[in-house]
C-alpha cells in the first residue's frame, strides 16, 4: 500500500539555521502531498502542499518541491526561528480514495 | 473562519469503561474524518464520512468502536469498552476539496 517515510528526529539547530527535513513516499498513481506541523498541545496545521510534479508549495519561509523522478518531498527553511519548534508531518494523499497518509513525524527543536 | 471544534480536550477512564468524543467541522465541508494518533506515531485514519454516509471505515475496530454522523453536521466518536491500547489523541479533521483536511485540536484520551 501508500506509504511515507521521513528522517527519523530530533532534528536540533540553532537559530537562523538552514533546515532540511527528509520525506520519501512510495504511492501508485499520483498523490497529492502535505507538510503538516503540530505545535505542543495543538492539532495538525496544514502548513503547505503541492498537488503534481514540480510543484513548488511554500509558507512561511518553508518550501517543498514535489519530485516524481526521486518520489520526494523534502522540506527547507533558510533561517529557522526558536517558534518553529514543533513536529512535523509529511503525508499524501491516495488518489483513488482521497484520505491521508502520514509518515511518523520528525521532531524540531530550535535553541536560541 | 471558525475551524474544526472538539470536545473534550483531555479524558482519563478507566478500561472497560465507555467514552464518547465529540466533533463541529468547519461549516460547509461536506468531508469529516476521525484520526488516532499513538504517541510517537503519525495520525492513523479511522473513519471517513462523505456528508452523513461512511465512506471508509476499514480501519475502524468496530467491535468496540462506532461512529456516526448526524444530519451531515456533527459527529461522534465512542469507544466501549476501552483498553489500554486505546489510550492516544483522537483527532477530527473537515474537508472541502479532499484530500486537504483541517484539523481540530484533538481529544487526548489516557485508559487506566
Given at each position: 500500500g501508500?506509504?511515507?517515510t521521513q528522517m527519523e528526529g530530533p532534528v536540533t539547530l540553532s537559530e537562523e539555521a538552514?533546515?532540511?527535513i527528509n520525506c520519501t513516499?512510495?504511492?501508485t498513481g499520483y498523490p497529492s502531498l502535505f507538510w503538516y506541523v503540530q505545535y505542543p498541545g495543538e492539532g495538525l496545521q496544514l502548513l503547505l502542499k503541492a498537488t503534481k510534479a514540480d510543484d513548488k508549495g511554500s509558507n512561511k519561509g518553508f518550501e517543498a518541491t514535489y519530485r516524481k523522478e526521486t518520489t520526494s518531498f523534502h522540506l527547507e527553511k533558510g533561517s529557522v526561528q526558536v517558534s518553529d519548534s514543533a513536529v512535523y508531518?509529511?503525508?499524501l494523499g491516495e488518489p483513488d480514495t482521497d484520505k491521508l497518509i502520514f509518515g511518523t513525524g520528525t521532531r524540531l527543536q530550535v535553541f536560541p | 473562519e471558525a475551524g474544526v471544534a472538539q470536545s473534550p480536550r483531555y479524558k482519563i477512564i478507566?478500561?472497560?469503561q465507555s467514552v464518547a468524543f465529540w466533533c463541529n467541522p468547519i461549516s460547509g465541508h461536506a468531508t469529516l474524518y476521525w484520526y488516532q494518533q499513538i504517541l510517537g506515531q503519525g495520525?492513523?485514519?479511522l473513519i471517513?464520512?462523505?456528508n452523513n454516509g461512511v465512506v471508509d471505515d476499514s480501519q475502524l475496530p468496530k467491535d468496540r468502536f462506532s461512529a456516526e454522523r448526524l444530519k451531515g453536521v456533527d459527529s461522534t466518536l465512542k469507544i466501549q469498552p476501552a483498553k489500554l491500547e486505546?489510550?492516544?489523541v483522537y483527532l477530527c479533521a473537515s474537508s472541502l476539496r479532499r484530500p486537504e483536511a483541517f484539523f481540530g485540536q484533538g481529544t487526548r484520551l489516557t485508559v487506566v
Amino acid at each position: 500500500g501508500d506509504s511515507v517515510t521521513q528522517m527519523e528526529g530530533p532534528v536540533t539547530l540553532s537559530e537562523e539555521a538552514f533546515l532540511t527535513i527528509n520525506c520519501t513516499y512510495t504511492a501508485t498513481g499520483y498523490p497529492s502531498l502535505f507538510w503538516y506541523v503540530q505545535y505542543p498541545g495543538e492539532g495538525l496545521q496544514l502548513l503547505l502542499k503541492a498537488t503534481k510534479a514540480d510543484d513548488k508549495g511554500s509558507n512561511k519561509g518553508f518550501e517543498a518541491t514535489y519530485r516524481k523522478e526521486t518520489t520526494s518531498f523534502h522540506l527547507e527553511k533558510g533561517s529557522v526561528q526558536v517558534s518553529d519548534s514543533a513536529v512535523y508531518f509529511c503525508a499524501l494523499g491516495e488518489p483513488d480514495t482521497d484520505k491521508l497518509i502520514f509518515g511518523t513525524g520528525t521532531r524540531l527543536q530550535v535553541f536560541p | 473562519e471558525a475551524g474544526v471544534a472538539q470536545s473534550p480536550r483531555y479524558k482519563i477512564i478507566e478500561k472497560r469503561q465507555s467514552v464518547a468524543f465529540w466533533c463541529n467541522p468547519i461549516s460547509g465541508h461536506a468531508t469529516l474524518y476521525w484520526y488516532q494518533q499513538i504517541l510517537g506515531q503519525g495520525p492513523k485514519l479511522l473513519i471517513q464520512f462523505q456528508n452523513n454516509g461512511v465512506v471508509d471505515d476499514s480501519q475502524l475496530p468496530k467491535d468496540r468502536f462506532s461512529a456516526e454522523r448526524l444530519k451531515g453536521v456533527d459527529s461522534t466518536l465512542k469507544i466501549q469498552p476501552a483498553k489500554l491500547e486505546d489510550s492516544a489523541v483522537y483527532l477530527c479533521a473537515s474537508s472541502l476539496r479532499r484530500p486537504e483536511a483541517f484539523f481540530g485540536q484533538g481529544t487526548r484520551l489516557t485508559v487506566v
